[in-house]
């Protein structure tokens, strides 16, 4: 996977715009699972889902979007990464 870093890496403790990206890659560096949320500006949920332990995913968010986890937000690492379409 090639990933373009845009900012330094942070984590989703507490909830972040992650440096108001669109695109974002996560990692879940606990051992066990937590549900990744997105919320609008307002806190009100969008969207939700499950990172497994030791995974990674790519997040498409708006920029006032907030990320935050369910549990261990400080052990998911967040990037703002470059999109390529």
Known sequence: MLI?????QTDLDPAT?????????????NAAETVIIRSGISSVGIGSFTLEAGQSVQV????????SASANGGDVKAT?????N
Not at 22 to 28: A, G, I, K, S
Not at 80 to 84: V, W
């Open 17 to 29: 715009n992650v440096d108001s990206a669109t695109v974002v890659h996560l990692v879940n560096t």
């Open 80 to 84: 703002k990464i470059a999109y390529l």
């Open 4 to 8: 373009k870093p845009l900012a330094p």
């Open 60 to 67: 498409e968010k708006d920029p006032t979007d907030l990320l």
